[in-house]
């Protein structure tokens, strides 16, 4: 179970499934009609050009807060057809959206250009992050919390899967003089791995300054959101970089896990030009909809071996004559990406530890 904390959301959703349950069962019971109500034709809600637009910066317990043009802030809840709309989305609404409101309720929501997701903790429905966002800022360090690039991995193809530009932020670079020798090597094989795949890297440090005008740089006038690791300190380099003071925490000493300060998603404006959302931090995330072709797609390193393996199908695990697997004896993959690669294939595909080809 992932431990994140989106309770405010949470909150907020689970009021209105309780809304549209008690709402369907007083349909039912009032219904006197003879035909059955799946031979009705659903009616969707047009959008009213009319109704005054906003854009969502902020969901709480309470409902979830847009702000107009001006800057006026309203706190609003969800108009009951639109809340019927649920399929597999766990939140209609997300940080980040474009809506029509009217008398403190949300009747429309506009077409997204982007979004950030994930699989809830059930596994079964899609959980939004944030939307019509420009860049995805994968913020990671090298200890306290430790470096886990299978996470990152699966960051980077949400956020290609959504539409957003993967930046990987790599903080607490003033650390690396405390870490281990085994630390110490697994970060420069991360670094040999990942700055060959085109994906911008950047080492900051709020504690002597490192990286955070070239922080401040690439957020300038772009809609960007933080995700990582709980305790990487997405807030600090905030507050580092536009002189904010966003609540920031500890890491819990016993376990050297991060502690839940950001408690849920707020769209902010940044001084200067641009903005930023500051998610809650996770311990896991199951990427929503992963399929093959996102994940070689992703392991470009690992697929150029590809046509030269026996099989033109070939998944690089057991086949004979497969280069790939010969390219990893020879020290030409890293081992780090391939196991990241057999651990999205396996939740991708499902369980490929007992894989053979005739299953396939």
């Not at 709980?230 to 050297?256: E, H, P, Q, R, Y």
């Amino acid at each position: 179970m992932t431990h994140d904390r989106l309770d405010d959301e949470e909150a907020f959703h689970a009021r209105d499934r309780k809304a549209f349950r008690k709402e369907r069962r007083h349909a039912q019971e009032t219904d006197r009609s003879k035909f059955k109500k799946t031979d009705i034709k659903k009616e969707s809600p047009t959008l009213d050009s009319t109704l005054p637009r906003g854009r969502v910066i902020a969901i709480s317990g309470e409902g979830a807060m847009v702000e107009d043009a001006e800057g006026h802030r309203c706190l609003c809840s969800l108009k009951g057809l639109l809340k019927k709309e649920k399929m597999q989305a766990k939140n209609l609404i997300a940080v980040g959206d474009f809506v029509r409101f009217k008398e403190a309720a949300i009747a429309h929501v506009e077409k997204r250009t982007s979004y950030l997701s994930r699989q809830d903790i059930t596994g079964r429905k899609e959980q939004l992050i944030a939307v019509n966002i420009d860049q995805v800022l994968i913020t990671t360090s090298i200890i306290n919390p430790p470096l886990k690039p299978a996470l990152i991995d699966r960051y980077i193809i949400a956020a290609r899967k959504g539409g957003m530009h993967p930046i990987l932020i790599i903080n607490k670079m003033d650390l690396l003089s405390e870490a281990s020798d085994e630390e110490l090597e697994l970060f420069q094989e991360f670094l040999s791995a990942y700055e060959p795949l085109g994906i911008p890297i950047l080492s900051v440090s709020t504690t002597t300054g490192l990286g955070v005008e070239a922080l401040r740089s690439l957020m300038k006038d772009k809609s960007s959101v933080f995700s990582g690791q709980s305790g990487v300190g997405k807030s600090s380099l905030i507050n580092a970089a536009f002189g904010l003071s966003l609540k920031t925490g500890d890491l819990a000493l016993k376990t050297s896990k991060g502690a839940h300060t950001t408690s849920t998603a707020e769209l902010l404006s940044l001084p200067g030009g641009g903005y930023c959302i500051d998610t809650p931090g996770i311990r896991g995330f199951g990427i929503w909809g992963l399929d093959k072709e996102d994940v070689t797609s992703h392991f470009i390193d690992i697929q150029q071996f590809s046509p030269h393996c026996k099989f033109p199908d070939c998944m690089h695990l057991q086949e004979p004559k497969c280069a790939v697997q010969a390219a990893l004896e020879e020290g030409k993959i890293s081992p780090l990406r391939f196991e990241s690669y057999r651990s999205l294939l396996a939740e991708a595909l499902g369980d490929i530890d007992n894989w053979t080809r005739d299953k396939l």
